[in-house]
């Protein structure tokens, strides 16, 4: 089954986080347009633990660089829309070719690298969530 933007977070509940944790960033912004909020106080908002969170905000920065962080708890969002940018987007293609093109998880690593055009964090991060959900099914 293809996703979409309206099926993707019914498929993979777990990056319904991304959007969230944007969600709090931006509810925390100044003037300058720097959130200043702990990764402890957006843990206790989206009901996860520190740790998670810092994992959450390290793809965010560096896939797609939908973020930036300045120093301890201050961050400049340089992309809000997950469904677009950052992992989700990343799930959406990865899942989407792999539906459409059978042999493509036979390819070997880097092959998937070079036809997703992502990084090779990203493309493992996209892949952990798609072999998840096709190995629960």
Do not use: W
């Not at 720097?34 to 920065?61: D, F, M, P």
């Amino acid at each position: 089954m293809r996703i979409n933007e309206k099926s993707i977070y019914n498929l993979y509940p777990a990056l319904l986080k991304y959007p969230l944790i944007i969600k709090v960033l931006l509810e925390h912004k100044n003037d300058e347009g720097v959130s200043c909020i702990s990764q402890k106080e957006i843990a206790k908002r989206i009901g996860l633990t520190q740790t998670a969170i810092s994992k959450y905000l390290s793809r965010l920065e560096h896939i797609d660089k939908c973020i930036e962080k300045i120093s301890p708890a201050k961050y400049f969002v340089y992309r809000e829309n997950m469904l677009q940018y950052g992992p989700v987007s990343k799930v959406i293609k990865f899942h989407n070719l792999a539906i459409s093109n059978k042999g493509f998880l036979l390819l070997d690593f880097e092959k998937q690298v070079i036809k997703l055009g992502f990084t090779k964090e990203a493309t493992l991060i996209a892949k952990h969530y798609v072999l998840k959900y096709l190995y629960s099914q």
